[in-house]
């Protein structure tokens, strides 16, 4: 069994390995691997700081998804030698102001009801678990399972790993598999035969494929370095609501932060200076040492969101299956995604979850009889 998979971002990477961990040869196709939403994910494995009300399936996907990373995180190190950045430190949800407080109280409603444990802090205690916290926050809730990885280890052991197996290439067209096998074609002229074909592109999408309900979500990220005698200046991921605005900010292990992230759908690539200036402004709010940081890199990229905000993994004919569309989530959601768009490749017996993630749900009548 021969799987192509075009697009080497952390969905098709993870695939990959879960496809090679069962004994499947891989061929992975992508001009400029892990450049994409990976590049710039903070990585935070967040399934109980991250919910959102009405959105039960997606938790539960979410839920299930951070349980497989310590396993993933140690087969990658047995196959690879190398360990990715996985830190199991906790994760504060602090409220900056007592407006804030409201919004954070209406949150451990929803996550209570979910039966997500949490821990509720006035203030002064979250202050004393975590001195670098301004002097004026209000409250705070701590998630001790809400865990992180740093997207960029994940995806460079990988990329090393699969370099034989990797074509620099960009796909430009999937060959159908009429009476042979399918192909893809690449930029360069090139044909690669499979016996299947996986498609996670994100938000760029191939001509003549399926089009998919995806949309771009711009998100600016800052990656601050924090001077030697104040590290570790957090030891949480702290995540904030100021005027109601989320910010977050998460240590990695080399005593930088990432400090992210905007949301916007305003269709500019590049980075936004109101972005950035609000992001830095409400993360002092937090965490005021953050102002002696030095500032190493702003990036932005584009989420790919659908109208529901889960993924999409569904096999679109015989020989194609498409994971894509993981929103903010596919940093976590990449173990479980994984599984289950090789599981589809494969032709295991289908997974009840991946009922729910197919494309005729977004289907209107005319287009449901096209996708047969
Ligand atoms: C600012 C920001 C912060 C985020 N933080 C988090 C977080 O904390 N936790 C979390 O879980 N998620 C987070 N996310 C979301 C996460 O980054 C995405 O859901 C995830 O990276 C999607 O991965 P992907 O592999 O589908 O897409 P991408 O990483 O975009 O990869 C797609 C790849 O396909 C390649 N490609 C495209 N077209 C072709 C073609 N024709 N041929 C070959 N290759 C092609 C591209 O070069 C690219 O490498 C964040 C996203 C952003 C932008």
């Given at each position: ?45 967040a399934p109980a700081s991250?919910i ?7 938790h539960?996907?979410?839920a299930?998804?951070a349980a ?22 906790p994760t504060m949800v ?13 949150l451990q409603q929803v996550r209570q009801e979910l039966g997500l444990p949490s821990e509720v802090l ?18 705070a809730l701590v998630f001790a399972a809400d865990h ?225």
């Open positions: 069994m021969h799987v192509v998979l075009v697009g080497a971002g952390i969905i098709g990477l993870v695939t990959a390995f879960e496809l090679h961990s069962r004994g499947v040869e891989v061929t992975i196709c992508d001009p400029d691997p892990a450049s994409g939403a990976s590049h710039a994910a903070a990585g935070m494995l991250e959102v009300w009405g959105q039960d399936p997606l539960a996907l979410m299930d998804s497989l990373y310590p396993q993933l995180v140690g087969r990658i190190e047995q196959v690879t030698g190398k360990r990715p950045a996985y830190r199991q430190n602090i409220a900056a102001e007592q407006a804030d407080r409201q919004a954070l109280e209406e006035l203030g002064s205690q979250a202050r004393r678990r975590e001195p670098a916290l301004a002097s004026n926050i209000a409250g992180q990885i740093d997207p960029r280890s994940l995806t460079a052991i990988l990329v090393e790993y699969f370099d034989s197996r990797l074509v620099r290439e960009l796909v430009t067209e999937v060959l159908p598999a009429g009476n042979g096998r399918p192909a893809v074609r690449t930029a360069g002229g090139r044909v690669i035969d499979a016996d299947q074909v996986l498609l996670s592109t994100g938000l760029q999408q191939i001509p003549g494929t399926p089009a998919l309900p995806l949309r771009a979500v711009y998100g600016d990220i800052l990656r601050l370095d924090i001077p030697g005698h104040l590290q570790p200046l957090i030891t949480h991921t702290v995540r904030g609501l100021v005027h109601r605005r989320p910010v977050y900010l998460v240590p990695r292990e080399d005593g930088s932060i990432v400090l992210g992230a905007s949301s916007r759908e305003d269709g500019n690539e590049m980075v936004s200076v109101e972005a950035m200036y609000t992001l830095l402004d409400d993360a002092r709010r937090l965490v005021p040492g953050i102002m002696d940081a030095s500032l190493r890199e702003v990036i932005a990229r584009a989420r790919p969101g659908t109208p529901d905000d889960a993924p999409i993994i569904d096999r679109i004919d015989p020989a194609l299956v498409v994971a894509n569309g993981f929103f903010r989530h596919g940093v976590l959601l990449a173990p479980l995604g994984a599984r289950l768009a090789a599981d589809l490749l494969l032709d295991e017996p289908p997974d009840e979850r991946t009922a729910a993630l197919g494309l005729r749900r977004f289907a209107t009548t005319d287009t449901r009889r096209n996708l047969g």
